[in-house]
């Protein structure tokens, strides 16, 4: 009886790890190379004083790679570094344009224009071999 009953769990295990199988899978999938990158933004030269986020939308890919939006947070005194799949990891080689924007729209000296990436002006290109980059983003009130 015993046997009979080590059998029947032993099955059991067998057939829940067949039916996880799929779930699991063999890995994640590997990510495309990103380029890390950080900067400030600054209001007329000067910090915003507020916090808020900035959007990088991709708007043609490097060879090789696939289009992959990407954001980052920045504070008051303007420091921000920007993710696309974990903290800090950069973005994909390609080209982006930028909007700024801030976690209080009805309380910002920050223009409208520049919350929106087709009308920011805002644009960024990132190169395949290149390192760190550091980006800062001088909004213009006047």
Known sequence: ????????????????????????????????????????????????????????????????????????????????RVMSWTPDDGLVPGHYTVSVVPNEPDKTAIPAKYQQSASSGLELDVPVDKGKIEFDINVVTK
């Open 1 to 80: 009886m015993r046997r009979c009953g080590w059998y029947r769990q032993c099955l059991r295990v067998c057939a829940a790890l067949t039916l996880m199988a799929p779930i699991i899978g063999c890995g994640a999938p590997e990510r495309p190379k990103t380029i890390p990158l950080d900067g400030h933004v600054t209001i007329d030269g000067k910090a915003p004083g507020e916090d808020g986020k900035i959007y990088f939308t991709p708007t043609a890919a490097a060879d090789g790679y696939s289009k992959r939006p990407a954001s980052g947070s920045y504070n008051p005194e303007g420091h921000y």
